[in-house]
């Protein structure tokens, strides 16, 4: 079968840093782009960018870029999204998902809860 | 940045046709895509290249394409398909992906 697993709900503190991870099953995971997408309380799904684990090529949503930093390892079917100091506002549910081309994502984990607050 | 605008609400009884449109200046350019949302759960991809079915997506679930607007129709709307639905493309660049705002469908 065909999955990505997230890694489990985080409370953290704002200023604090986190890593969140995604692993994949069931599929060549080092030749399909994976894709992380935010969803934060009562919104929409905001594309956040996308990582080839094959060679860790990265594109990121500019509204992101700088704010987290997408990493995996192809060795262990991997791939991380990361934040070195959470701010409030990064409270959502954050979802990995398979992109297949053109450009769509077939399969989705089953999203991180992220909760930031002092 | 570019957009993709949705409806924000759509309203059907059940047995009854539903269509969610969503627009954007590269549709034309770029193919779509929809998901649907249930509460709690993870996106659902329901149609792929604009009009394409992907295998376990009931008949009911149909997309077409025209000029700058595609469209997601529901016939015989059932009550299980009350959910957010979601279109999805690319900027004309081809690589940034966005979504829609996303449509809450009520099945009265």
């Known amino acids: 079968e065909v999955q990505l697993v997230q890694s489990g709900a985080e409370v953290k503190k704002p200023g604090e840093s986190l890593k969140i991870s995604c692993k994949g099953s069931g599929f060549d995971f080092s030749n399909h782009w994976i894709g992380w997408v935010r969803q934060m309380p009562g919104k929409g799904l905001e594309w956040m960018g996308i990582i080839y684990p094959g060679d860790s090529d990265t594109r990121y949503n500019p509204s992101f870029e700088g704010q987290v930093t997408m990493s995996a390892d192809a060795s262990i079917s991997t791939a991380f999204l990361q934040w070195s100091s959470l701010k409030a506002p990064d409270t959502a549910v954050y979802y990995c998902?398979?992109?297949?081309?053109?450009?769509?994502?077939?399969?989705w984990g089953q999203g991180t809860m992220v909760t930031v607050s002092s | 940045s570019y957009e993709l605008t949705q409806p924000p609400s759509v309203s059907v009884s059940p047995g009854q046709t539903a269509r969610i449109t969503c627009s954007g200046d590269?549709?034309?350019?770029?193919?779509a895509y929809w998901y649907q949302q249930k509460p709690g759960q993870a996106p659902l991809l329901l149609i792929i290249k604009d009009s394409e079915r992907p295998s376990g997506i009931p008949e009911r679930f149909s997309g077409s394409s025209s000029g700058t607007t595609v469209t997601l129709t529901i016939s015989g709307v059932q009550a299980e398909d009350e959910a957010d639905y979601y279109c999805q493309s690319t900027d004309s660049s081809g690589i940034q992906v966005v979504f829609g705002g996303g449509t809450k469908l009520t099945v009265l």
């Open positions: 998902a398979r992109n297949v081309l053109p450009n769509s994502f077939d399969v």
């Open positions: 590269a549709l034309p350019k770029e193919f």
